[in-house]
T-cell receptor, first 113, second 112 residues
Framework: DAKTTQPPSMDCAEGRAANLPCNHS???????VYWYRQIHSQGPQYIIH???NNETNEMASLIITEDRKSSTLILPHATLRDTAVYYC??????????????FGKGTRLSVIA | EPEVTQTPSHQVTQMGQEVILRCVPI?????FYWYRQILGQKVEFLVS????????KSEIFDDQFSVERPDGSNFTLKIRSTKLEDSAMYFC??????????FGPGTRLTVT
């Protein structure tokens, strides 16, 4: 079972920041937080991951609380193409670690014009 | 940008028939995976594959399923005798040693 809790749905106005929360209160010290999204029925798309520091890439920012029990994915300027289901996943990763991704139900983000 | 490809995009088969779903992972990746998603449900892990053998499999991946990397590029999922409940989107994914998995566009399998 997924070790994360996410709201089932959220709306965001186009051009505004979308802040997607995730609770992972039982996360272990060697587990990373990953975010993926799935647009319609396409294959899931990797967005970003982090261990304990905040991370930023060209798609999004990931803010992880100091106690690592929750995180927030930020899409700084949401567009209609960001409408998707967003999954927060915790997973051990490392050399030799090819552990599978365990998907929950995610958050359905609707970006509204 | 390199990507995972899957064929066919849609496969229709009759119950009891064998199907083979094909995937071409990203060329320098070492780990390969199959996931499935029944319509309206969560993405579920089936199997992971590394160094020409299964690394891990879920309880869904029973004796009716098998995987193979027949050459240096393809990665296949075979379902020996399909059932109605095998109807789903099947996603192949690949990764390097550490982190993100890259998913293909999926094959929609319809069993009639």
């Amino acid at each position: 079972d997924a070790k994360t809790t996410q709201p089932p749905s959220m709306d965001c106005a186009e051009g505004r920041a979308a802040n997607l929360p995730c609770n992972h209160s039982t996360i272990s010290g060697n587990e990373y937080v990953y975010w993926y999204r799935q647009i319609h029925s396409q294959g899931p798309q990797y967005i970003i991951h982090g261990l304990k520091n905040n991370e930023t890439n060209e798609m999004a920012s990931l803010i992880i609380t100091e106690d690592r029990k929750s995180s927030t994915l930020i899409l700084p300027h949401a567009t209609l193409r960001d409408t998707a289901v967003y999954y927060c996943i915790v997973r051990v990763a490392g050399v030799g670690g090819n552990t599978p991704l365990v998907f929950g139900k995610g958050t359905r983000l609707s970006v509204i014009a | 940008e390199p990507e995972v490809t899957q064929t066919p995009s849609h496969q229709v088969t009759q119950m009891g028939q064998e199907v083979i779903l094909r995937c071409v992972p990203i060329s320098n990746h070492l780990y390969f995976y199959w996931y499935r998603q029944i319509l309206g449900q969560k993405v579920e892990f089936l199997v992971s594959f590394y160094n020409n053998e299964i690394s891990e499999k879920s309880e869904i991946f029973d004796d009716q399923f098998s995987v193979e990397r027949p050459d240096g590029s393809n990665f296949t999922l075979k379902i020996r005798s399909t059932k109605l409940e095998d109807s789903a989107m099947y996603f192949c994914a690949s990764s390097t040693v550490r982190h993100e998995q890259y998913f293909g566009p999926g094959t929609r399998l319809t069993v009639t």
